[in-house]
């Protein structure tokens, strides 16, 4: 994969307070080595360069439509699991930036296609998809890989998730750790019902990326249902099926520190 060297780079700030002065000195610096900095998103520029932690990364992907223009983050935010740079570090990242030191990590995103009695709607996800039911109710729905029925479900919902999105919503809820580069999508249960009424698989299964997930709310549940994509909640009437999938889109971010990973788990998660 080749990306273009523009010279122009988009640097998305999320409001807080030091992301906007993070903002100001990356942009002094990156102009002084002749880096043009747009005032809006431009669709030329080389990298997108996210200022906050992982929600501003995941809103800045959503907002600029999966752009494939390659991203990197540096971390004013909480967690910041996905913003490898720290702000102290600016001048050693533009450094390695301009020498091509680094490395290019393709990024696999969830897909669902969601079809109601008169419509499908398409939606993507960086970390994960999640079914869950409206006002807190137990959602039943049946369970299908690649056409075979696996379970009839029954608890708050289901979370669908990338191996990016594993160290999110579904780490929180017994998911396992899948490495970015593992082309798998995992279904993870959220409190699951498994009692003399009701039977669902307790823990999380690991599928592969090249099949799909579908799955059928009861008849009576079908306006019950909500969809919950990284964090932003949909609501769709009549469900009859969602599909997932490993989407054919996907984004790069930029790798400068080929252990990051490992070091990262142990330092934000131990
Ligand atoms: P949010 O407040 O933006 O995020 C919740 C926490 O998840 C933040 O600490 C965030 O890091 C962290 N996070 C996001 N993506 C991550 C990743 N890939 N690996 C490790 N940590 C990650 O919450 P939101 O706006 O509702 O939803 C955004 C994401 O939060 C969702 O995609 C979902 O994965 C996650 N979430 C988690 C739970 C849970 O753990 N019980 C519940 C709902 C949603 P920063 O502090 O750096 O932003």
Same mark, same amino acid.
């Given at each position: #994969?080749?990306?273009?060297?523009?010279?122009?780079?988009?640097?998305?700030?999320?409001?807080? $307070?030091?992301?906007?002065?993070?903002?100001?000195?990356?942009?002094?610096? +990156?102009?002084?080595?002749? =880096?043009?900095?747009?005032?809006?998103? &431009?669709?030329?520029?080389?990298?997108?360069?996210?200022? *906050? *932690?992982?929600?501003? =990364?995941?809103?800045?992907?959503?907002?600029?439509?999966?752009?494939?223009?390659?991203?990197?983050?540096?971390?004013?935010?909480?967690?910041? =699991? $996905?913003?490898?740079?720290?702000?102290?570090?600016?001048?050693?990242?533009?450094?390695?930036?301009?020498?091509?030191?680094?490395?290019?990590?393709?990024? $696999?995103?969830?897909?669902?296609?969601?079809?109601?009695?008169?419509?499908?709607?398409?939606?993507?996800?960086?970390?994960?998809? %999640?079914?869950?039911?409206?006002?807190?109710?137990?959602?039943?729905? /049946?369970?299908?890989?690649? &056409?075979?029925?696996?379970?009839?479900?029954?608890?708050?919902?289901?979370?669908?998730?990338?191996?990016?999105?594993?160290?999110?919503?579904?780490?929180?809820?017994?998911?396992?750790?899948?490495?970015?580069?593992?082309?798998?999508?995992?279904?993870?249960?959220?409190?699951?019902?498994?009692?003399?009424?009701?039977?669902?698989?307790?823990?999380?299964?690991?599928?592969?990326?090249? #099949?799909?997930?579908?799955?059928?709310?009861?008849? +009576?549940? /079908?306006?019950?249902? +909500?969809?919950?994509?990284?964090?932003?909640?949909?609501?769709? &009437?009549?469900?009859? /099926?969602?599909? =997932?999938?490993?989407?054919?889109?996907?984004?790069?971010?930029? %790798? $400068?520190?080929?252990? #990051?990973?490992?070091?990262?788990?142990?330092?934000?998660? +131990?």
């Amino acid at each position: #994969m080749t990306f273009n060297k523009s010279g122009i780079i988009n640097i998305i700030p999320n409001n807080n $307070f030091d992301s906007i002065k993070t903002c100001e000195v990356l942009t002094q610096k +990156l102009e002084s080595k002749g =880096f043009t900095i747009p005032k809006e998103y &431009d669709a030329n520029a080389e990298l997108n360069i996210c200022i *906050g *932690g992982d929600g501003a =990364f995941l809103r800045a992907v959503h907002n600029n439509y999966f752009s494939s223009i390659p991203y990197v983050g540096i971390n004013t935010g909480h967690l910041g =699991f $996905f913003q490898e740079i720290l702000p102290e570090k600016i001048d050693s990242f533009i450094d390695n930036y301009i020498n091509d030191a680094y490395f290019i990590e393709e990024i $696999f995103l969830v897909e669902a296609n969601v079809c109601t009695k008169t419509d499908c709607i398409n939606l993507l996800g960086i970390n994960e998809i %999640v079914i869950k039911g409206i006002e807190s109710k137990v959602v039943h729905l /049946e369970v299908f890989i690649d &056409d075979n029925h696996l379970e009839k479900f029954s608890g708050d919902g289901l979370i669908v998730s990338t191996p990016v999105g594993s160290t999110a919503y579904n780490y929180s809820s017994a998911g396992c750790i899948v490495y970015p580069t593992l082309k798998t999508l995992q279904l993870t249960p959220l409190s699951p019902i498994s009692s003399k009424a009701y039977r669902s698989l307790l823990n999380s299964a690991i599928i592969p990326g090249d #099949m799909t997930i579908k799955i059928k709310p009861e008849y +009576l549940y /079908e306006n019950s249902i +909500l969809i919950i994509n990284d964090g932003v909640q949909n609501k769709y &009437d009549d469900i009859v /099926e969602v599909s =997932f999938n490993m989407s054919k889109t996907t984004i790069f971010r930029l %790798v $400068f520190d080929k252990d #990051m990973y490992w070091n990262n788990l142990k330092s934000k998660f +131990l």
